[in-house]
């Protein structure tokens, strides 16, 4: 059965660094794309970053050079390194997966919440 499972939420000071993880059972990286998002209370759900099946990657503008993701495929589990944290990166993160051929950076968010398969989420907390 596939699932995911996110993990590495906390509470952190501004400025620094927590890693996030979504082990992805029952995922290949040969058959689906991974996106991580982030929901502030009171916020719509936003894009953070996405992993193509090619490798490629995409970040949103405002976590552009402190965000990294990254794949394990020995481990199947999906990262999400994040430096340099800011109170306004406070957030719900989620992992999802999106098996369509167009990627994880085509649509709009909407389409992958109706589309894609998602985790359950990981609080992060950033106190200035």
């Known amino acids: 059965q596939r699932q995911l499972v996110e993990s590495g939420g906390g509470f952190v000071q501004s400025g620094g660094s927590l890693r996030l993880s979504c082990v992805a059972s029952?995922?290949?990286?040969?058959?689906?794309?991974m996106s991580w998002f982030r929901q502030a209370p009171g916020k719509g759900r936003e894009t953070v970053a996405s992993l193509e099946r090619d490798g490629r990657t995409t970040y949103a503008d405002s976590v552009k050079g402190r965000y990294v993701i990254s794949r394990d495929n020995a481990k199947n589990t999906l990262y999400l390194q994040m430096n340099s944290l800011k109170p306004e990166d406070t957030a719900m993160y989620y992992c999802?997966?999106?098996?369509?051929?167009?990627?994880?950076?085509?649509?709009?968010?909407?389409?992958?919440?109706?589309?894609?398969?998602w985790g359950q989420g990981t609080q992060v907390t950033v106190s200035s």
């Open positions: 029952g995922y290949t990286s040969d058959n689906y794309c």
């Open positions: 999802m997966a999106f098996s369509g051929a167009d990627g994880c950076a085509w649509y709009s968010v909407g389409y992958y919440v109706k589309y894609g398969s």
